[in-house]
């Protein structure tokens, strides 16, 4: 029970050092910690949802305290982000057959990881406010609905859509997604005990140890997010999501784990290249002489 305690926390702090630095993957990895674990989906998605409000609550307040959240686009997520969880809480425990689009989703969001990659580094960056939010609301539903039916679909769909579109700063984007997140994520366990009040067991000391984990490792990921420079904080969510939609669409293919390991090699000396890589910033107007600057600046002599 105590190596279990252990390993559970080890991998809650890990997960939430990504989840709340990069704005996902604490679903992702809680998830496949669990699954590996030979635990039912439903019992796994809801343990994780647990252990995400306790975590997601203290990263908020820690990003909050950073500055990190802008509170109009976390509302604008976190609301449809609630109905969504609850939603798919409820399909989870109701239906089957809900991974049929998963390689279409997939696909796309490797896409947009690509594009948000290839935007940082050609020198892209936030611009001085958020966009008009028409796609936070839809954004935010979707989100919730796949963090409750997958376990860790919230930060893979919203990171990027919100990259892609708003014009806040990225260490926004994580603060504003991450507290958006705990909506999504207690409405995903109220719909979980509403669906299955009898049947549901959520595994508690996992949960615990899981959620301790994350807890210790919140405000160091809330404060990293703020230290990483925007160019290589931006590239390297991208690459994350790259790497974690690459992850759910080779195995629909069932390829053998060499060529696996051979994506996840490629994809790793991407994002290397592009962390060592020079960052591309705007050109600097040229510096003016200083004799030509005094003698642009001093009265004209006329002759009489």
Known sequence: MLTTAIISGAA?????????SLGMGFGTITMTFLLGLGIAPAVASASVNVATVATGTVSAIAHHRFRNVHWPTAFKLGVPGALGGFAGAWALASLTQLDAATPVTSSLLILLGAAIVWRFVKGGSAGVGPSSGL????????????AAVGGGGWGPV????????????????????????????????????????????????????????????????????????????????????????????LGGFGLAWQATAAVYLALALVWVAVLVGPSRKAAKPAAVPRQRRESASAPARVEV
């Open 12 to 20: 809650g702090f890990a997960a939430q050092l990504v989840d709340g």
């Open 135 to 146: 796609l936070a609301v839809p954004t935010g539903l979707v989100g919730g609905f796949l």
């Open 158 to 249: 919203t990171m990027p859509i919100m990259l892609s579109t708003s014009r806040l700063a990225p260490h926004q984007i994580v603060g504003s997604v991450s507290t958006a997140q705990v909506a999504a994520s207690g409405a995903a366990v109220l719909g979980f005990w509403w669906a299955l009040p009898s049947s549901l067991t959520v595994l508690w000391p996992l949960v615990v140890g899981m959620a301790v984990g994350g807890v210790i490792a919140a405000p160091i990921a809330a404060w990293l997010t703020r230290r990483i420079p925007a160019a290589k904080l931006g590239s390297t969510i991208g690459m994350l999501v790259v790497a974690l939609n690459a992850r759910t669409l």
